[in-house]
């Protein structure tokens, strides 16, 4: 049938997992993105894979599904291509969605459910293709701020390492797993080492806060383009507030890899008490940039029929 209007560009490109990027969706475990699946489904006449023919009209679809227990807000969602902006298609200057919302997910029947956002781009089309323009990848980003929080219920505090107490409480600690609770999130606190030490009256406290990030995905502050993130971490009720990281702007490097650590401390003051417990919460602010390719589309000289 010529001249068809593909109505949504698809979920039908989703090809295989091929090491941290799936073609088609992704799975940050934060706001995921996947392409809607479409009809009819754009299949080549051979082997080669998934076609547009020439002048042959298309949308591109993006479900955005966000598993975070609240809104997502003042998200931006753009679509790009890879082939000669003469050849038409999706226009060189990124089409973008700005300030997007996207609701929280929803617990059902002892599951959560993802919150849906769907958007359409288009119609676009190739126009001339064959002349050195015969396959295309079009692309999906998003950018989106992330605030969450994690929390260790008994982090214990003592004068001195060798001081005797009432209830458990050792110098060194080491918190992971289920001792951590948290939010589903790009960016997770994996793993929190405490260390005490004697300073006068006061008690030292130095925290090694683990970071785990999602494989997909880049951490990004606002709109500087840059690989950091803020991290504050509190003891109880604003009893004492840690100094983490060494940069001269407070915020985090997080510019390679997938686990960071971050070094923290915080002193408290002890002089009418030998020892307590107090909850420890950590709060990570940042946005976070998720790409997603189609894999490649073949361009024809012809319309598919």
């Known amino acids: 049938m010529r001249g068809v209007i593909i109505s949504l560009l698809l979920f039908v490109l989703v090809l295989f997992i091929s090491g941290c990027q799936q073609p088609g969706q992704t799975n940050v475990g934060g706001v995921d993105m996947m392409y809607i699946e479409g009809q009819p489904r754009i299949e080549c006449i051979d082997e080669v894979g998934y076609c547009l ?4 009209e298309f949308r591109v679809g993006v479900r955005l599904k966000n598993n975070l227990p609240k809104k997502v807000v003042d998200a931006t969602l753009c679509i790009f291509h ?5 050849t038409g298609g999706v226009p060189a200057a990124k089409p973008c969605r700005t300030g997007l919302e996207v609701p929280p997910a929803q617990e059902s029947g002892g599951n959560m459910v993802a919150g849906i956002k769907d958007e359409i781009f288009g119609p676009y089309s190739y126009i001339g293709v064959g002349r050195g323009n015969d396959e295309t990848n079009i692309n999906a980003e998003l950018q989106y701020p992330v605030f969450s929080t994690f929390k260790i219920s008994d982090v214990c505090v003592k004068r001195r390492p060798s ?9 060194k600690q080491s918190f992971s797993g289920e001792g951590i609770s948290g939010e589903i999130a790009p960016v997770v606190v994996d793993r929190v080492e405490k260390n005490l030490a004697e300073e006068g009256d006061k008690a030292k406290i130095r925290l090694n806060i683990h970071l785990r990030k999602a494989l997909q995905g880049d951490v990004v502050w606002e709109n500087t383009g840059e690989n950091k993130l803020e991290l504050e971490a509190v003891l109880g009720n604003n009893l004492a507030f840690f100094q983490c990281g060494n940069t001269e702007d407070g915020l985090v490097d997080f510019k390679a890899g997938t ?3 971050i070094q923290c401390t915080a002193v408290v003051d002890m002089s009418e008490q ?3 417990k107090e909850a420890l919460n950590i709060y990570l602010t940042h946005d976070y940039y998720v790409l997603m390719p189609t894999g490649k589309i073949k361009l024809t000289e012809d319309e598919v029929i």
Do not use: I, M, W
């Open 53 to 56: 023919g020439d002048g042959e």
């Open 82 to 86: 890879t082939v000669s902006s003469s």
């Open 163 to 171: 001081e005797e107490t009432d209830f458990p409480c050792l110098s």
């Open 259 to 261: 686990t960071k650590e």
């Open 274 to 276: 030998s020892a307590f």
